[in-house]
């Protein structure tokens, strides 16, 4: 019986890796920092270099994501909610849209069966950690703000180690294959480098 690599065993279930973030307390200077940080409610527009720079990328990254999310506005939208909730963690979108693509396949409403939610799969007990009561982890920027926030969170924590802080995301810890795929995810499908711009007018 021919046995099954892990990554064809992903290709041919067509799911994802969705994990489960682990419980651990927080000091209380962590926990209010980062209850800050989701609880700021500021403009969800992004901000681009140039007008330029923003076209060419919601267009190029819309264009990745159209079979994932047909809808054009709901795809904009999303575009531009991923790329000011990263930025504001200080994560690269790109890496973003990678993390998505690998825990929830861009499904709004997946639910792993640990009981993560969402985009980003976040687990609720965030919500009583370091939220607010009554948060939604479906709705859009909500989930993109839990997601970002704990993603920092983690790579502060293994100061700045992504494949670790990947692990710990996923509650795989010292496992490659997930880090492993969000990487593959983010080489293969979301890299992204800025067009040069003429100044010729």
Partial sequence: MTRLTPAILFIVAGTSFA?????????ASVQAALHAS??????????????????????????????????L???LD????????????GLDPQLVLSLIQ??????????????????????????????????????????LRYGCTILRHYL????????RALGRYNGSLGSSEYPDAVRAAWERQWRY???AVSLRQ
């Fill in 78 to 89: 999303f575009l531009k909610s991923v790329k000011y909730e990263a930025e504001r963690a």
């Fill in 156 to 163: 502060d924590i293994e100061k700045g180690d992504l494949f």
């Fill in 73 to 75: 506005k709901e795809r």
């Fill in 193 to 195: 480098a800025p067009k």
């Fill in 102 to 143: 690998v825990e929830s396949g861009f499904k709004k409403y997946a639910v792993s069966t640990a009981g993560a939610h969402g985009y980003m799969q976040v687990m609720p007990f965030w919500v009583k950690l370091i939220g607010n009561r009554g948060d939604n982890l479906f709705h859009l920027r909500t989930n």
């Fill in 19 to 27: 994990g489960a973030q682990k419980y651990e307390p927080l000091a």
């Fill in 38 to 71: 989701v609880s700021d409610r500021a403009s969800p527009e992004p901000a681009f270099p140039s007008i330029q720079e923003k076209v060419n990328w919601l267009d190029e990254m819309s264009a990745r994501l159209a079979k994932r999310m047909p809808n």
